[in-house]
């Protein structure tokens, strides 16, 4: 069953800045990642997963280019994928930790791999790579507040080249990151947050 969103507007339709969503502010304010190994069943079905991937593609890009693309690990295929990947952990110094992190990619449902594409041209590469990350965390932010629980996971099978390999990375690409999305049944406590006093300049002052 699809998500209630509204039709995608036509390519060069006059878009209504939005008016003031208290909803909106009230989830940024209190947003919080789950914990992705205590995922479980349901995840977003086929259509939520499509307007899921709808919402986390609307995001800031210079040049329109499109940096980056989803590759969707479900079902029998994410089982066999994790087993690719345990077969690799072993070869690993750290094998043992290694294995055990796959457990965030086992438990949950749903995981999709948002792959940063940088593309030859006048756009810096770093402009592109920041966009691939805005798609993480809107991908995210648009299933926690459709109700999943997610969370934004690298590990070391993001930078592992025969990780990369199985993925089905091409030269150039990127793991920007494993975004894991089912339920969460308990709630995330809140974690520390910055002062942002000391993060905050006020040029020129
Ligand atoms: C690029 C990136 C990679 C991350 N990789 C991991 C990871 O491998 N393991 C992990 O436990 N958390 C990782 N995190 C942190 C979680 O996604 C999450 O942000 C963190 O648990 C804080 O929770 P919050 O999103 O509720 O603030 C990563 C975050 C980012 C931005």
Not at 48 to 77: E, N, Y
Request: proline share 6%; charged share 20%.
């Amino acid at each position: 069953m699809s998500l209630n969103l509204p039709p995608e507007p036509e390519f060069g339709q006059a878009i209504d800045l939005v008016e003031r969503q208290q909803g909106v502010l009230n989830f940024l304010a209190t947003r919080r990642s789950a914990s992705a190994l205590a995922l479980t069943e349901p995840g977003p079905d086929a259509a939520q997963l499509t307007d899921l991937l709808r919402l986390a593609a609307r995001v800031s890009d210079h040049g329109k280019l499109f940096p980056w693309r989803f590759i969707v690990l479900q079902g029998k295929a994410k089982a066999r994928f994790a087993e690719g990947l345990h077969d690799i952990a072993k070869t690993r110094s750290d094998a043992e930790k290694a294995q055990t992190a796959l457990g965030k990619l086992i438990n949950p449902p749903l995981a999709v791999a948002v792959i940063s594409s940088p593309k030859p041209g006048n756009i810096a590469e770093w402009e592109q790579v920041l966009s691939a990350g805005a798609v993480c965390a809107s991908l995210v932010n648009a299933a926690s507040a459709a109700g999943f629980g997610a969370n934004w996971i690298t590990d070391w099978y993001a930078y592992n080249a025969a990780a990369t390999t199985l993925l089905g990375l091409d030269a150039g690409e990127r793991v920007a990151g494993y975004i894991y999305i089912g339920t969460a049944k308990d709630a995330p406590l809140e974690r520390a947050r910055p002062n942002l006093d000391g993060l905050t300049t006020v040029w020129g002052s």
